[in-house]
């Protein structure tokens, strides 16, 4: 069974800076790729960003040049480093893993983190 931890969340001011953590444990193969969604209530879980398996990275047009996803192979771990953070950024933030779980099932599986919330406010 795989498991995604999240941490980092928390209140900021506008402006300022926090990096989130999603630590992947379990029996992972492979992660193919690596991504950050956020929801705010009442509304639809939006994709912020993407690290793929070979690094290339993709982002939601309002967050670029402010968020930067990378990855710590060694210990199967995601960030996302928000910067210049802005009130409209206050969600609650989701990572998602799609992985390989054995060399012998080139099948995908997909799993999600338990939120951490991120206020931006004054």
């Known amino acids: 069974q795989v498991q995604l931890v999240e941490s980092g969340g928390g209140l900021v001011q506008p402006g300022g800076s926090l990096r989130l953590s999603c630590a992947a444990s379990?029996?992972?193969?492979?992660?193919?790729?690596m991504e950050w969604y956020r929801q705010v209530p009442g509304k639809q879980r939006d994709l912020v960003g993407r690290?793929?398996?070979?690094?290339?990275?993709s982002y939601r047009e309002s967050v670029k040049g402010r968020f930067t996803i990378s990855k710590d192979n060694a210990n199967n771990t995601v960030y996302l480093q928000m910067n210049s953070l802005k009130p409209e950024d206050t969600a609650a933030y989701y990572c998602?893993?799609?992985?390989?779980?054995?060399?012998?099932?080139?099948?995908?599986?997909?799993?999600w983190g338990q939120g951490t919330q991120v206020t931006v406010s004054s």
């Open positions: 998602r893993v799609e992985c390989q779980l054995s060399a012998r099932d080139a099948s995908m599986y997909q799993y």
């Open positions: 379990g029996s992972i193969f492979k992660i193919n790729v």
């Open positions: 690290l793929t398996s070979g690094g290339s990275t």
